[in-house]
């Protein structure tokens, strides 16, 4: 018999909030965490704004000597990690630690060292990089630190999946945890790219609103959006049995019922015009969650803002719901964070989960020109309370891999 999955810990770094709560205030408010790049100098460059965690003490997490050591990328997971283990009230003492695992996404890792230690290299050699470059810029590593600090001897593996690769990773967790293999998983992304390459390259392939205005440029849905905004940041979430979640009397914010994973094996950026893929991913969510598709009242949308995404998820979320596409509330949280790669599912799975607990809906904010071939209710410029007991968070990543994954509103019963 498959095994129930609920959400138990907590944990974000956003460009809207450094902690859980303060991202969920955010995103009810409405407040745009986007704005002028400070960590590097974007004189050069055609883009100068950016979704950038703020005031980031890495020391706050880890010690001093350890940080300098681990890519920002690294240090955000680790931190946000650390946040959601604190929030679900595990003891390591208690578990059997091969029964804990960790499963982390980055869409790109320690880009920023990469650049770094290049730039290190072409100055003095490139014997002389540092001995730490290795392990600072492979994307397995935010997985790494994170099973080695809390001591998590089960499963420790990393999708790549692009702008999916969170939700992937919550997914996985959430099957490794229905089949049996783990107990505890502790999952999600986390993303560092705003640098000069990770900038200059996203903006070469024209994937950037290159608009300066942080209140014109992540737009999604908008009829004059024109590329999604970069963030970065960390979401991370503990999830475990319910058997064994009930045994501990752990707090229980959410539970997951379902999760599609498809590839359109279209094209290596652009999402395939008919969505036929994308349609396939929510079904199967939907199937492998056992409900009527009825029963979803809101979708947390990939919407990145770019005119092909938006268009596409639009039309596959029609072709899923039929009539009760119109009755959906469909918000974009990016109109607010921006995009944050590999961390954004995760961070959009937070939000759905705490918009199902508080029955309140996040809005996309930024909304003023109306798009014809975005048609659905997007809960524009202000959030709704609503009564929601099911809601859906999709991902659509480059390479065409999609995911889906449905929460139900944390019941008892």
């Known amino acids: 018999m498959e095994r129930r999955v609920v959400i138990t810990g907590l944990g974000a770094l956003t460009p809207i909030g450094g902690t859980t709560a303060e991202t969920w205030n955010s995103a009810k408010a409405g407040i745009c965490g986007i704005g002028e790049i400070t960590l590097y100098d974007t004189s050069n460059q055609k883009v100068h704004i950016a979704g950038e965690v703020k005031n980031f003490q890495p020391e706050t997490y880890i010690d001093k000597r350890e940080a300098r050591k681990m890519d920002r990328y690294a240090q955000l997971a680790v931190a946000a990690a650390e946040q959601a283990f604190q929030d679900s009230g595990l ?30 290299g072409e100055q ?15 994307s397995n590593m935010g997985a790494a630190h994170i099973a080695i600090r809390h001591g998590f001897r089960g499963m420790v593996t990393c999708p790549v999946t692009a702008c999916a690769g969170g939700t992937n990773a919550i997914g996985d ?29 996203f903006t070469s392939m ?30 991370m979430v503990v999830l475990e049995s319910l058997e064994h979640a009930l045994a501990r009397g752990a707090k ?3 539970e997951i019922v379902g999760y599609g994973s498809t590839c359109d094996a279209y094209h290596i950026t652009a999402p395939d015009p008919d969505g036929r893929a994308a349609q396939e991913c929510m079904r199967q969510a939907i199937e492998n969650a056992g409900i009527n598709p009825e029963e979803i009242s809101y979708i947390n949308a990939h919407g990145t803002s770019t005119p092909l995404n938006d268009k596409c998820e639009t039309t ?10 119109k009755k959906l509330m469909i918000s974009s949280t990016k109109s607010m964070t921006g995009h944050l790669l590999g961390a954004s599912g995760a961070v959009e799975v937070i939000l759905t989960a705490l918009a199902l607990r508080d029955s309140f809906v996040p809005p996309t904010i930024n909304y003023q020109v109306p798009d014809e071939d975005c048609d659905l209710d997007i809960v524009p410029n202000t959030g709704r309370q609503a009564a929601l007991r099911y809601a859906l968070s999709n991902s659509l990543g480059f ?4 995911a889906s994954l449905i929460l139900k509103r944390w019941e008892e019963n």
């Open 124 to 138: 003095k050699g490139f014997d002389r990089v540092s001995p730490y470059f290795i392990p600072m810029s492979i």
């Open 399 to 402: 390479g065409g891999h999609n």
């Open 252 to 254: 229980i914010h959410g």
């Open 91 to 120: 003891s390591m003492e208690q578990e059997n630690p091969f029964r804990c695992s960790v499963i982390v996404s980055s869409g790109i890792g320690g880009l920023g060292t990469i650049e770094n230690e290049h730039a290190r």
């Open 316 to 325: 596959a979320v029609k072709a899923v719901f039929g009539e009760h596409a």
């Open 206 to 235: 024209k994937a950037l609103a290159e608009s300066n205005d942080p209140n014109r440029a992540s737009i999604p849905f908008d009829k004059e959006r024109s590329g999604f905004v970069m963030g970065e940041g960390a979401g």
């Open 173 to 201: 967790a959430f099957r490794m945890i229905q089949g049996g293999y783990s107990d505890v998983v502790l999952c999600g992304g986390a993303e560092s790219s705003i640098t000069p390459l990770g900038m200059g390259g």
